[in-house]
């Protein structure tokens, strides 16, 4: 005989993970939005918004953080890793413009395996600004971002990256750092650096 107490206690466990599991879903849309803003923010220099942005995705973090205290499995929930890879993108990249840094894991509260993607992703923004600022005529914009952008590059060049997905992103971090050099060649031919 099956002990149908204990098939009735997994069956709550199982339906409670998936409400539990629409919330974090639900809130890793929030975090994605506030943070996709923050980027758009940043680009149109309108630092306050990006910072407000910034905030409000990090008390959903929270939030979401105290449901995964209920089930430690929620934490793999797949859109809940995106948005906390595109707030890494976004806190990064508003350090980047403000404080000319970026922060480190650490600092955003992120693991590693968050982080490393959302900081590739952050390589396409700089290289947008890079581009928007040499239109403007801050042509040392794009020296300043390709140094970084390849100081970044050969640190991601000794991982050792297998077929993950972050593998994808750093390929695309090579033709970022192509685009700024191919730049910075049609600015230094236009006479517009040195």
């Known amino acids: 005989m099956i002990d149908k107490k204990?098939?009735?206690s997994m069956r709550e466990?199982?339906?409670r993970f998936d409400r539990l599991r629409e919330d974090v879903i639900k809130l890793s849309r929030d975090i994605l939005k506030l943070s996709?803003?923050?980027i758009y923010s940043v680009h149109r220099n309108e630092i306050?918004?990006?910072k407000q942005q910034l905030a409000d995705a990090k008390s959903v973090i929270?939030?979401?953080d105290s449901l995964i205290a209920k089930d430690v499995h929620l934490a793999a929930v797949g859109p809940y890793l995106e948005a906390l890879e595109e707030y890494v993108e976004a806190s990064c990249y508003l350090s980047f413009v403000v404080e000319k840094k970026i922060p480190m894991p650490k600092e955003l509260g992120v693991d590693v395996d968050t982080y490393l993607p959302g900081l590739c992703d952050?390589?396409?923004e700089i290289t947008r600004k890079?581009?928007?600022d040499s239109i403007k005529g801050d042509y040392q914009s794009a020296i300043h971002i390709r140094d970084i952008v390849s100081e970044i590059y050969a640190e991601f060049m000794l991982f050792d990256f297998r077929?993950?997905?972050v593998r994808r992103k750093f390929d695309s971090m090579k033709y970022s750092l192509e685009k700024l050099e191919n730049l910075i060649l049609e600015l230094k031919l236009k006479g517009k650096l040195q």
């Open 122 to 124: 952050l390589i396409g």
């Open 130 to 132: 890079a581009v928007n």
């Open 62 to 64: 929270k939030k979401i």
């Open 36 to 38: 996709k803003g923050a």
């Open 163 to 165: 077929n993950i997905p």
């Open 6 to 8: 204990s098939f009735a």
């Open 48 to 50: 306050k918004t990006a």
């Open 13 to 15: 466990q199982v339906e």
